[in-house]
C-alpha cells in the first residue's frame, strides 16, 4: 500500500501525441519528485518542487514539461517524446525542512514510445 | 562531490544463507545513508536509513545496516535470506542538511536468493 499514486501505470504513445503523467500523495509532504528510470542506468532526478520552489535537471529536454499546482499534486506534461524516453517514470514526495527526509514513491508510469 | 557505488551488478545467495549487498560513498560533511527495494513493475520502497547515532541500523523484512565511516560504507545485510527477498536494491546517500535534489543513487544491485 502506498502513499503516492501515479497515474496512468502504463501508458503508450506516438512521436506527436501529448499526453500527461499524474501523481498525488496522501503523505502531507511538501516536497515532490519526477524521476526517470532507464534499463542499467542510474535513477535520473529530473525535478524536484520543494518548498514552493522548483528545482530541475538541466539536462531534462524541453518536451518534458512539470506542473505543481499545490503541494499534493504533480504533473508530468509529455510532447513530441522520441524512442529513447520511453522508461520508467516514478514520482515521489518527502517532508523537507527537517528531519532525514526519505522518499516515497509511487508504483512508476511505464512509458513506451513508438 | 557525492557519489554512491554499489560494485555488484548482481548478487546470488541460497535461501537460508545470510546476505549482503554493498554500498560505499563519497560525501561532503555528515552523510544521511538509505536502503531502498525494488521488485518488479513496481516502485522504490525504503527498507532502512542512518542519519546519526548507533551505527547499526534496522529496517523493515528483517535487513539491517551498518554504517562505517573510515571505510565510507553502509552494506545492507540479512541474516537469513528468503527467496521473496529477491529484487532490486538501491543504495543512496545525500549530505546532512542538504536538499533531497541533493540525494544520489547507487546503479542499483540485483539480488537473487537461489531456493
Known amino acids: 500500500e502506498t502513499g503516492v499514486t501515479q497515474t496512468p501505470r502504463h501508458l503508450v504513445m506516438g512521436m506527436t501525441n501529448k499526453k500527461s503523467l499524474k501523481c498525488e500523495q496522501h503523505l502531507g509532504h511538501n516536497a515532490m519528485y519526477w524521476y526517470k528510470q532507464s534499463a542499467k542506468k542510474p535513477l535520473e532526478l529530473m525535478f524536484v518542487y520543494s518548498l514552493e520552489e522548483r528545482v530541475e535537471n538541466n539536462s531534462v529536454p524541453s518536451r518534458f514539461s512539470p506542473e505543481c499546482p499545490n503541494s499534493s499534486h504533480l504533473f508530468l506534461h509529455l510532447h513530441t517524446l522520441q524512442p529513447e524516453d520511453s522508461a520508467l517514470y516514478l514520482c515521489a514526495s518527502s517532508q523537507e525542512g527537517g528531519g532525514s527526509g526519505e522518499l516515497f514513491f509511487g508504483e512508476g508510469s511505464r512509458l513506451t514510445v513508438l | 562531490a557525492q557519489s554512491v557505488a554499489q560494485p555488484e551488478d548482481q548478487v546470488n545467495v541460497a535461501e537460508g544463507n545470510p546476505l549482503t549487498v554493498k554500498c560505499t560513498y563519497s560525501?561532503?560533511?555528515?552523510?544521511?545513508l538509505f536502503w531502498y527495494v525494488q521488485y518488479p513493475n513496481r516502485g522504490l520502497q525504503f527498507l532502512l536509513k542512518y542519519i546519526t547515532g548507533d551505527n547499526l541500523v534496522k529496517g523493515s523484512y528483517g535487513f539491517e545496516a551498518e554504517f562505517n565511516k573510515s571505510q565510507t560504507s553502509f552494506h545492507l545485510k540479512k541474516p537469513s535470506a528468503l527467496v521473496s527477498d529477491s529484487a532490486l536494491y538501491f543504495c543512496a546517500v545525500r549530505g546532512a542538511h542538504t536538499g533531497a535534489n541533493n540525494l544520489f543513487f547507487g546503479t542499483g544491485t540485483r539480488l537473487t536468493v537461489i531456493p
Open positions: 560525501v561532503s560533511g555528515n552523510p544521511y
